[in-house]
């Protein structure tokens, strides 16, 4: 899917938001959950993708 936030960001050289990076990922994984495609508990994996957006992100 073309969106318009990818149009500005292709053809009029926009920064892209972090934030909407991120919540597109989310919303996709959610999706593909949702139709079977994915297995498994991703909510862990959705909230370190939240965190690492925030800038709170840490392994150890």
């Known amino acids: 899917m073309w969106l318009p936030p990818r149009n500005d960001i292709v053809f009029n050289g926009a920064s892209p938001s972090t934030a909407q990076i991120l919540g597109r990922?989310?919303?996709?994984g959610r999706a593909w959950?949702?139709?079977?495609?994915?297995?498994?508990d991703l909510d862990g994996v959705f909230?370190?993708?939240?965190?690492?957006?925030?800038?709170?992100?840490?392994?150890?």
């Open 47 to 60: 909230a370190g993708l939240a965190r690492w957006g925030l800038g709170k992100f840490w392994m150890g």
């Open 25 to 28: 990922i989310e919303r996709e």
């Open 33 to 40: 959950r949702q139709a079977g495609l994915l297995k498994g």
